[in-house]
């Protein structure tokens, strides 16, 4: 066995934790991987070129932002904080947790393409979040936005995620299929598929508790410095 | 018949765009190397497929090189005011909503309704690749309602897109340079030899430690190639197959299905996952790119203890 091209995972590694640029790490580690495993260097841009070109597809989601740009441009962030503002019972928590369930519905269902970062996140649920969260404490420090602008993008993940895998004709089903099938292990889609819903069932009840623990963070905070505010400190 | 290629050359005609306009911006410190950048990624959705592999490859390492060498700034973009926007907003109400939905909408609608369609007996649309090709149309149809709406030509909305792929930056191409990176790993070995390793540390015959290694190590090396379908054959055939399935009597169905989600949750908390961690940060304007790593390992942990504990009872159970 050569274990030499584990050194392509520690260079990967090694540069993240020390906060070097991704794609200068995710290149070089290509580069010395290949080039340890004993490939020359024309054959090792040979595979970084073939896998690019057939990879391509993983760029079309920039094609959103020509819409959401120009969306944004006419006020689509202030409108919808201002439509969830108007929506009485709506919260920050309770809005998070109907888009989880909503999303890994769809996704069980292979309704992928409902969501997304890009799609739902930046134009709609993250500004409606925010939304939310003011109507209820007041202005957001620029931290708790941060903090809750990363949740909502968390939340889309974990509903994706936890949802998709049950979807029969989903990519990782028939992929755990045709792993067995080679294996000599016949299997119908559905018999892995179902086995997903325990999982799903954890991953919405887990994320549920942190999205209403974020929440009463939050407005813990709010508290936190109303009462700063109201009783100024007198040490120096 | 529309196909993928069609997008491409869409997608590759916006890049190219992006690019002349971004060498144009006087205000940009950078403009020739971010017009570069732009003008390559361009170059590679309209040929890469005509062009030598190789010559490919060394197009990869030029945009690894601009974006890791500070080649991409920002630049000036039309950009209005709050007020402007909040006028804006009060004035179109909910009909702003109304063009970003049409995204989704009409993505599932040829995905799922038309993927089948056909004209006189010819394919609407190419049988692979549906939902990709749903997702380049949709964009262009919400792109007409969004200018329509707005009254404003689609050359002012890629002005202000530039505003976000700027900010985006080298992040927008890392989901692809990380599959390259994948690529490379599994032509060099990499995964026999983390299964090698990780196979020779385990006692087989305890059932916790066997479940241990299994659920961990889909974790753990999804965290390492960034997606859980490279992670899963290798990781299977090294230890879920020989010591679960074989050795213990497992259940190969659920054993499959908690493992692969076990590697979901190492996708969770892993920069290799750039679409799912990385990107969404730079979209959403996060000072730490790895806030929403931060935001998720909470929830991954828990879940990866749970995936435990159904992986030790459900493969062994009778159901």
Redesign the interface.
């Given at each position: 066995?050569?274990?030499w091209?584990?050194i392509?995972?520690a260079w990967?590694?090694a540069g993240?934790a020390l906060r070097?640029?991704?794609?200068?790490?995710?290149?070089?580690?290509?580069?010395v991987?290949?080039l340890?495993?004993g490939?020359d260097l024309?054959t090792?841009?040979?595979?970084?070129?073939?896998?690019?070109?057939n990879?391509?597809?993983?760029?079309?989601?920039?094609?959103?932002?020509?819409?959401?740009?120009?969306?944004?441009?006419?006020?689509?962030?202030?409108?919808?904080q201002?439509?969830i503002a108007r929506l009485r019972g709506a919260t920050m928590g309770r809005l998070l947790v109907a888009y989880l369930g909503l999303r890994q519905v769809s996704a069980t269902l292979?309704?992928?393409?409902?969501?997304?970062?890009?799609?739902?996140?930046?134009?709609?649920l993250?500004p409606m979040a925010e939304g939310a969260a003011q109507s209820r404490i007041g202005a957001l420090t620029d931290d708790q936005r941060?903090?809750l602008?990363?949740?909502?993008?968390?939340t889309?993940?974990?509903g994706l995620?936890?949802g998709e895998?049950i979807f029969i004709a989903f990519?990782?089903v028939l992929?755990?299929q045709g792993?067995?099938a080679e294996?000599g292990?016949v299997?119908e889609p559905l018999?892995?598929?179902?086995?997903?819903i325990?999982?799903a069932l954890?991953?919405f009840t887990?994320?549920t508790g942190?999205i209403f623990s974020f929440e009463r963070r939050l407005e813990r905070e709010a508290r936190a410095l109303a009462t700063r505010a109201i009783q100024p400190e007198t040490a120096p | 018949m529309i196909d993928?290629t069609l997008?491409?050359w869409?997608?590759g005609g916006?890049f190219a765009w992006v690019a002349w306009r971004g060498l144009n911006d006087l205000d940009n410190p950078r403009r020739h190397t971010t017009a570069l950048f732009w003008a390559l990624?361009a170059l590679?959705?309209l040929a890469?497929?005509r062009?030598?592999?190789?010559?490919?490859?060394?197009?990869?390492?030029a945009?690894?090189?601009i974006?890791?060498?500070g080649g991409l700034r920002r630049g000036r973009y039309r950009?209005?005011s709050?007020e402007q926007?909040?006028?804006?907003?009060?004035r179109?109400?909910?009909r702003?909503?109304w063009?970003?939905l049409l995204?989704?909408g009409v993505?599932?609608l040829i995905?799922?309704v038309f993927n089948d369609a056909q004209v006189a007996g010819i394919r609407l649309f190419s049988a692979t690749?549906t939902?990709?090709i749903?997702?380049?149309l949709a964009?262009v149809a919400?792109?007409t309602a969004?200018?329509w709406?707005?009254r404003?030509w689609?050359g002012?909305?890629?002005?202000?897109?530039?505003?976000?792929?700027d900010s985006i930056g080298?992040?927008?191409?890392?989901?692809?340079?990380?599959?390259?990176?994948?690529?490379?790993?599994s032509?060099?070995?990499?995964g026999?030899?983390?299964a090698?390793?990780v196979q020779s540390a385990i006692p087989g015959d305890n059932r916790l430690a066997a479940v241990l290694a299994y659920a961990l190590g889909m974790a753990a090396f999804t965290m390492?190639m960034g997606n859980?379908?490279a992670a899963?054959?290798v990781i299977?055939?090294g230890i879920g197959?020989p010591l679960l399935?074989h050795g213990h009597g497992a259940d190969?169905?659920?054993l499959?299905?908690?493992g692969?989600?076990s590697g979901?949750c190492g996708?969770?908390m892993t920069?290799?996952a750039?679409?799912?961690?990385?990107?969404?940060?730079a979209?959403?304007?996060?000072?730490?790119p790895y806030?929403?790593i931060?935001?998720?390992i909470?929830?991954a942990l828990?879940?990866l203890a749970?995936?435990i504990a159904?992986m030790y009872v459900?493969p062994f159970t009778t159901w």
């Open positions: 066995m050569n274990y091209p584990l392509g995972v990967v590694v993240f070097l640029n991704p794609a200068l790490v995710v290149v070089s580690a290509g580069l991987t290949g340890v495993a490939k024309l090792v841009l040979e595979l970084f070129g073939t896998a690019f070109t990879q391509r597809y993983l760029v079309l989601f920039l094609l959103t932002l020509p819409v959401i740009g120009l969306l944004e441009r006419h006020g689509l962030k202030q409108h919808a201002a439509w292979g309704l992928i393409s409902l969501g997304g970062h890009p799609q739902t996140v930046r134009p709609l993250a941060q903090r602008r990363a949740l909502c993008a968390g889309d993940n974990v995620f936890f895998d990519g990782a992929l755990m792993f067995y294996n292990i299997l018999q892995i598929a179902l086995w997903g325990p999982t954890c991953a887990i994320h942190r | 993928l997008i491409y869409l997608a916006y990624a590679s959705l890469g497929d062009l030598p592999p190789a010559l490919m490859g060394a197009v990869v390492v945009l690894a090189a974006a890791g060498l950009e209005t709050g926007q909040t006028r804006e907003a009060a179109l109400g909910n702003l909503f063009p970003a995204i989704p993505t599932l995905a799922v690749q939902t990709l749903g997702l380049g964009c919400a792109l969004a200018c709406l707005t404003q689609p002012e909305a890629i002005e202000q897109s530039r505003r976000l792929l080298w992040a927008a191409l890392l989901p692809l340079l990380l599959a390259t990176l994948g690529s490379v790993f032509a060099s070995g990499v026999d030899a983390v090698g390793i390492i859980a379908f899963f054959p299977t055939g197959l399935v190969a169905a659920s499959a299905a908690i692969m989600l979901y996708t969770l920069p290799m750039a679409n799912f961690n990385l990107v969404p940060a979209l959403l304007e996060l000072k730490d806030g929403v931060r935001a998720q909470g929830t828990p879940l749970c995936n159904l459900i």
